[in-house]
């Protein structure tokens, strides 16, 4: 399936779902998404300690519409790796019903463009690294880079948005 460009306003009825920036109204629809994806132990991970008491991104983190109902989230959020600022990925989730159309993918790829723009150097996430591969994240350089709490470090990807821009990451993550 292709998703319409990114969008600034939800698309007519009928369509492909559409990928935009997360506004305000959309938040509570996110919240049951990804409660849904995650469960009730989301809140337990240590990603969610780079959450809690922090700001998203809001020109980085998207949702995905389809006839006005929230599909899929992604959002970034402000961090430093051993004082260097990176932003870090998630929750991505997409509704159940919905996979496997390349949706997560999209969502993944427009924030991450976004944060290029922004001026972000990487982008940073605890996930699974056959998934994530496919949309550019890598383990190797990111396991010096240490989560706040309890963490498979393996399962720390980055993804450089810049020439080296991965490089040097080394030290506790932090909220920026
Ligand atoms: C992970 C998730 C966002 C993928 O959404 P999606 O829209 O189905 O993703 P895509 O369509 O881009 O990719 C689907 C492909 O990825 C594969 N995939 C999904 N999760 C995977 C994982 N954890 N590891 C490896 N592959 C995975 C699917 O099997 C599918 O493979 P195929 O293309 O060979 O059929 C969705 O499954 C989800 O919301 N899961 C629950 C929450 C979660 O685990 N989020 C990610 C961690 S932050």
């Not at 949702?63 to 970034?76: C, D, F, K, T, Y």
């Not at 870090?88 to 924030?111: T, Y």
Request: proline letters at 9%.
């Amino acid at each position: 399936m292709s998703f319409s460009a990114v969008a600034s306003s939800p698309p007519p009825p009928g369509l492909a779902p559409s990928l935009l920036i997360e506004r305000p109204e959309h938040a509570r629809a996110v919240e049951v998404l990804v409660d849904r994806a995650f469960g009730p132990g989301r809140f337990a991970k240590s990603s969610e300690r780079l959450r809690e008491g922090n700001h998203k991104l809001d020109d980085c983190s998207f949702v995905a519409l389809h006839e006005g109902r929230v599909i899929g989230s992604v959002r970034l959020w402000p961090v430093t790796v051993g004082g260097q600022p990176v932003a870090f990925l998630g929750p991505l989730a997409v509704d159940a019903d919905e996979r496997k159309h390349g949706l997560g993918q999209a969502l993944v790829e427009a924030a991450c463009e976004a944060a290029a723009k922004a001026g972000w150097r990487a982008v940073l996430l605890v996930g699974d690294a056959p998934y994530f591969g496919r949309v550019g994240f890598s383990a190797a350089p990111a396991a010096r880079a240490v989560m706040p709490g309890p963490a498979d470090q393996r399962r720390v990807l980055v993804k450089a948005l810049v020439e080296g821009g991965d490089q040097g990451l080394v030290g506790p993550i932090r909220i920026r």
